[in-house]
């Protein structure tokens, strides 16, 4: 026989976190990304305006990748609401991260180092950006579980005081001649 399930009031909603040890994980790639990233652009051969140049593709491409990675995220929740960013806004989170990637990418190909120190530079740059997308979500995750267990909370600690509150005023209200629950008699 089938057992009831319970009311929807009484039942504790979950909410939905990542384990420490996906935590951990998360953090340690993007450590060993960002450091496998500086290794390389520390010891870049080469002129140091294409070394400059390198680091600053490589912080562009890290800041246009969290830009990113909020901006889908919240317009996905906008899009619930009916609201969203405009379509300038769009083209500007976009562009700056294809203009960022671009611009890594073809000085990357386009420095004289040797096959195999592009390809090491050009693989720790792909791991930092992906590294660096799925903790932007992991993080956001994060946030959003925060904010859930306050609304739940705030919902439960409502509903108690409403609770307490209806059946104060139902004491109050009894007649004087009536037996109390709070008054029992033996």
Known sequence: MPRPSPSPSFSAPLVQRDTSAWQLQVWVSFGIAASCCAVGLAWLPGERLQQIFMVMGYVFCLSAVFMLAK????????TRRGAGDTPLF???V????????????????DMDISPPYKAFLGVSWLY???????LAKMLRDRHEADLAEARLAGRRDAMQSAAAETSLAALQEAP???????????
């Open 128 to 134: 930092l950006l992906t590294t660096a997308f799925t």
């Open 71 to 78: 901006f889908v995220r919240d317009n996905q929740a906008a």
């Open 176 to 186: 004087v001649g009536a037996v109390r629950p709070d008054r029992a008699v033996n």
């Open 90 to 92: 769009k083209l500007v």
């Open 94 to 109: 976009w562009g700056g991260f294809a203009v960022a990637v671009g611009l890594t990418g073809w000085g990357l190909l």
